[in-house]
């Protein structure tokens, strides 16, 4: 039998990524969070910098990264460097200084165009989560464990809850844009 239920919580847990992502994008003020999405390569995995080191934010415009191992302070620093952030490392031997920049207008659309891209990507899984529906019920109306109107009937619901999800996306998006040009 289908359940659409399970196509929900997927949905869910996409915007929640999104959520997570979106909380990363702190700007104008140091906050420990902007750096949760970024991944050090690091004892063969990719690891969260917080498992790497203690993170403090000991002024409104800096973030510290306490690095535990000396050997991983390069690594964190090219990861830093390498991510959207626009932040630039100052290393001091274990010590990793990120100044945070007040928000030039050119950053503010860089990071506009940042927020519309992770707004995509997360359209774009739930569309994908959409697509494992359709063809699941495809499945299911093939071994005919349903008929062609229930077939139907789950199609609009599937619909109606990507539109949904999609809408909370766009309005989350609108939101955080209009955030980061107030700040």
């Given at each position: 039998?289908?359940?659409k239920e399970?196509?929900?919580q997927k949905m869910q847990k996409t915007l929640d990524v999104f959520n997570k992502e979106l909380g990363a994008l702190r700007t104008?003020?140091?906050n420990a969070n902007m750096l949760d999405l970024i991944k050090v390569d690091v004892y063969g995995q990719k690891m969260p910098i917080n498992q790497?080191?203690?993170i403090?934010?000991?002024e409104p415009r800096t973030i510290n990264i306490q690095v535990w191992d000396l050997n991983n302070v390069n690594l964190i620093d090219s990861?830093?460097?390498k991510s959207e952030l626009g932040l630039n490392p100052q290393i001091d031997g274990q010590l990793i200084r990120l100044p945070v920049p007040d928000l030039s207008e050119e950053r503010r659309s860089e990071m506009k165009k940042i927020i519309k891209s992770m707004g995509e990507k997360c359209k774009i899984s739930i569309r994908n989560i959409r697509r494992e529906a359709n063809d699941d019920l495809k499945?299911?109306?093939k071994k005919k464990d349903i008929s062609e109107d229930e077939?139907?009937?789950y199609e609009k619901d599937i619909q109606v809850l990507t539109d949904n999800h999609i809408k909370i996306i766009d309005d989350k998006v609108i939101a955080k844009e209009k955030e980061i040009m107030t700040i």
């Open positions: 039998m289908f359940k399970i196509y929900n104008g003020r140091a790497l080191a203690t403090t934010t000991p990861a830093i460097k499945n299911l109306l077939e139907k009937k």
